[in-house]
């Protein structure tokens, strides 16, 4: 079974070991690969004043990202975190703020968060836009599915017209979105 | 029986049969499902804990203990589960999945060995064989 998930709510989580201590937290998601996979974790220590940590938590790590904590075997499933990010892409964070544009030259609006799809990979699946009024009327923020080849950059980001139809508002419907906007590209052959 | 039907349970000394306490808590491994020793209240001294091997019986009404002189001012591993953030009571209690499942409101235990049975949770009935382990931050539990 897959759950999606915001960014922001995954920011912040709890970082438990199995026998149950809470270790760190997570401070960034970091993409990496092709598909916009969630190569791993920056963290921070626990506790209001706890700063960044020197380690990372690389995705191989990770045993459960659930609804309230990411679960570890133990510490030593950490990894300096340079090495982490040395994995990315691009980080997260860079896609905060970045206009989404279709390839038909639509601006759609201003992504807000990233939606994953997590399982036993996290995949982006798709964004969470402040959207412009070609897109919607009443300015709520909707989210928008993606190709599972676009990758996460902190270039302008270029979607599919398509995506406009597969538009929706809340998380529950949107893992069905996703697949039915992904089966159009490859019934049309259009993804890139 | 529940730990709350067992809290206030007085505890008797065989050899004087006079009451040496009433129980005040259940201390728990977590990770062996089991009630380890009892914290009791109004004991002659300091010593308050009873060490759940030095129990005659935990009965309906009472718990009999051979004699006050068995209580304990625990230490090592018997002082760290005797910290009061170990109790189960009230825990967070986290699925291996990285679900939170609810906070422990009650313990079913077997009175015949201090086996814990069932936990009482916000979230439904948990069965002792999915414990994993109590920390700093929640109670853990195998995902059903």
């Known amino acids: 079974?897959?759950?999606?998930?915001?960014?922001?709510?995954?920011?912040?989580?709890?970082?438990?070991?199995?026998?149950?201590?809470d270790v760190a937290q997570v401070r960034d998601v970091v993409y990496g690969g092709g598909n916009g996979e969630v190569a791993g974790f920056t963290l921070a220590g626990r506790g209001l004043l706890a700063g960044p940590l020197k380690h990372g938590l690389p995705w191989g790590g990770v045993r459960a990202l659930g609804r309230d904590a990411v679960i570890i075997d133990d510490?030593?499933?950490?990894?300096?975190r340079d090495e982490v990010i040395a994995?990315?892409?691009?980080?997260?964070?860079?896609?905060?703020?970045?206009?989404v544009l279709t390839d038909d030259g639509v601006e759609l609006g201003e992504v807000v968060d990233v939606v994953l799809d997590v399982d036993e990979y996290a995949d982006v699946v798709g964004y969470e836009?402040?959207?412009?009024?070609?897109?919607?009327?009443?300015?709520?923020?909707?989210?928008?599915p993606l190709p599972d080849t676009l990758a996460v950059s902190g270039e302008r980001l270029i979607v599919p017209a398509a995506a406009v139809d597969f538009v929706t508002d809340d998380l529950a419907g949107f893992g069905a979105a996703v697949e039915a906007f992904r089966d159009r590209l490859r019934e049309s052959g259009s993804q890139t | 029986m529940r730990f709350s039907e067992g809290r206030g349970h007085p505890v008797v000394g065989t050899e004087t049969a006079?009451?040496?306490?009433?129980?005040?808590?259940?201390?728990?491994?977590?990770?062996?499902?089991?009630?380890?020793?009892?914290?009791?209240?109004?004991?002659?001294?300091?010593?308050?804990?009873?060490?759940?091997?030095?129990?005659?019986t935990f009965g309906p009404d009472a718990v009999t203990v051979p004699s006050a002189g068995l209580l304990v001012e625990p230490d090592g591993e018997?002082?760290?589960?005797?910290?009061?953030?170990?109790?189960?009571?009230?825990?967070?209690?986290?699925?291996?999945?990285?679900?939170?499942?609810?906070?422990v409101d009650d313990v079913d235990f077997?009175?015949?060995?201090?086996?814990?049975?069932?936990?009482?949770?916000s979230g439904g009935e948990v069965d002792a064989a999915r414990l994993l382990g109590l920390g700093s931050y929640a109670l853990m539990v195998r995902h059903s």
């Open chain 1, 129 to 144: 836009i402040d959207p412009t009024e070609a897109l919607s009327k009443d300015n709520k923020r909707v989210l928008i």
């Open chain 2, 78 to 103: 018997l002082a760290r589960l005797t910290n009061k953030k170990r109790s189960l009571l009230g825990q967070r209690v986290l699925t291996d999945a990285g679900d939170n499942i609810g906070e």
């Open chain 1, 1 to 21: 079974m897959t759950v999606l998930m915001r960014v922001t709510e995954v920011s912040g989580r709890p970082v438990v070991t199995v026998r149950g201590d």
């Open chain 1, 87 to 99: 994995r990315a892409q691009a980080k997260g964070g860079d896609v905060f703020g970045s206009q």
């Open chain 2, 110 to 121: 077997d009175p015949a060995d201090g086996s814990i049975r069932h936990l009482l949770t």
């Open chain 2, 18 to 56: 006079d009451t040496v306490g009433k129980v005040q808590r259940f201390v728990v491994d977590a990770s062996q499902a089991r009630v380890v020793a009892l914290v009791l209240k109004k004991t002659p001294d300091k010593a308050d804990v009873l060490r759940w091997a030095d129990v005659i």
């Open chain 1, 75 to 80: 510490e030593s499933v950490f990894q300096p």
